[in-house]
């Protein structure tokens, strides 16, 4: 079940990431309007530990719960980035079928190398 009714809401989350996890040292997230119910959302969530959480969505609101439509989720320490996640499809890849089409790339080969997204 999605905890956003609104875009409102999620905003309200988002802007106070700090204030609600002490493990969140700063956050660059900037929700931005693209119309009358598409928005995304951009930036970085920076933990006190030296990882970097890059979040890119693409949202979509109206009257009901805020729908997570596209995303990307990369981890980073320091310069070197530890996996990602995002739902490009990858119908050719058995594996994945379980969760198609989200799923996690992960080391060593990122690009390549993809499990099922928990």
Same mark, same amino acid.
């Given at each position: 079940?999605?905890?956003?009714?609104? +875009?409102?809401? $999620?905003?309200?989350?988002?802007?106070?990431?700090?204030?609600?996890?002490?493990?969140?040292?700063?956050?660059? +997230?900037?929700? &931005?309007?693209?119309? &009358?119910?598409?928005?995304?959302?951009?930036?970085?969530?920076?933990?006190?530990?030296? $990882? !970097?959480?890059?979040?890119?969505?693409? @949202?979509?609101?109206?009257?009901?719960?805020?729908? +997570?439509?596209? $995303?990307?989720?990369?981890?980073?320490?320091?310069?070197?980035?530890?996996?990602?996640?995002?739902?490009?499809?990858?119908?050719?890849?058995?594996? +994945? &079928? @379980?969760?198609?089409?989200?799923?996690?790339?992960?080391?060593?080969? @990122?690009?390549?190398? !993809?499990?099922?997204?928990?």
């Amino acid at each position: 079940m999605n905890p956003f009714q609104s +875009l409102r809401e $999620y905003e309200e989350f988002l802007y106070t990431l700090v204030q609600r996890y002490p493990v969140v040292a700063a956050s660059t +997230l900037v929700v &931005a309007r693209r119309g &009358a119910t598409i928005a995304t959302v951009n930036g970085d969530v920076i933990f006190h530990n030296g $990882y !970097r959480l890059a979040v890119r969505e693409r @949202l979509v609101f109206d009257e009901g719960p805020v729908v +997570l439509v596209r $995303y990307s989720y990369e981890v980073w320490r320091g310069q070197n980035q530890e996996y990602w996640y995002d739902p490009q499809p990858h119908p050719t890849d058995p594996s +994945l &079928a @379980l969760n198609h089409p989200h799923h996690k790339h992960v080391p060593p080969d @990122l690009k390549h190398n !993809r499990i099922v997204a928990p």
